[in-house]
């Protein structure tokens, strides 16, 4: 590429589990453009197009083909309440699904949200003593106190096909 043409790209190479305690998330967008294109809403030169519809396929792997053991989905709404071990233990997100194991060794579900939004997926067996999060969705965060610095606008041109990864990082409109 020419030196004068931008271009930007973001790799994932997976969460942070310090106790080895996730399974494997991939969620996949419906979606693999922006309308209209957030680079021609530069900072200072109006209001930031509206969000888009999406419907994220959540798909996690790994279960085991006995269907006595349950898991569960957590779900957070920001990077900062993700935890990265004791999954079972934190408070800061909430249950989004549980399901049991299944012969095919995985779950697919399907969750509605907004461009804008930030969702953040994490499966893991249900521990004897359940889980903390409360079972409310989405998750409840408090009040922010900082704002956040204006950022350039980045030109993000997704390939198609599946993610490997349990994060999706949507920007807030």
């Known amino acids: 590429m020419p030196d004068k043409v931008r271009n930007y790209g973001i790799a994932h190479i997976g969460p942070v589990d310090l106790n080895n ?6 969620m996949t967008s419906d979606k693999t453009f922006e309308a209209p294109e957030i680079q ?11 969000s888009m519809d999406l419907t ?3 798909t996690v792997k790994g279960l085991s083909t006995d269907t006595t053991k349950q898991y569960v989905l957590l779900w957070y709404n920001h990077e900062d309440d993700v935890p990265t071990s004791n999954f079972a233990r934190a408070t800061t997100g909430c249950v989004w699904s549980t399901f049991p ?3 095919s060794t995985k779950y697919t579900a399907t969750m509605q949200i907004k461009s804008s939004d930030k969702v953040f997926l994490r499966a893991i067996e249900m521990p004897p003593g359940g889980v903390a999060a409360p079972s409310t969705c989405p998750p409840a965060r408090a009040a922010e106190t ?4 204006v950022q350039r606008p980045v030109r993000v041109r997704p390939i198609p ?3 490997h ?3 999706v990082l949507l920007p807030s409109s």
């Open 21 to 26: 305690e996730l399974l494997k998330v991939e």
């Open 40 to 50: 021609t809403f530069s900072v200072g030169n109006g209001a930031r197009p509206a």
């Open 56 to 58: 994220l396929t959540i």
């Open 101 to 103: 194991g299944h012969a």
């Open 146 to 149: 900082t704002t956040c610095p």
């Open 161 to 163: 096909g599946k993610v």
């Open 165 to 167: 990864a349990s994060s």
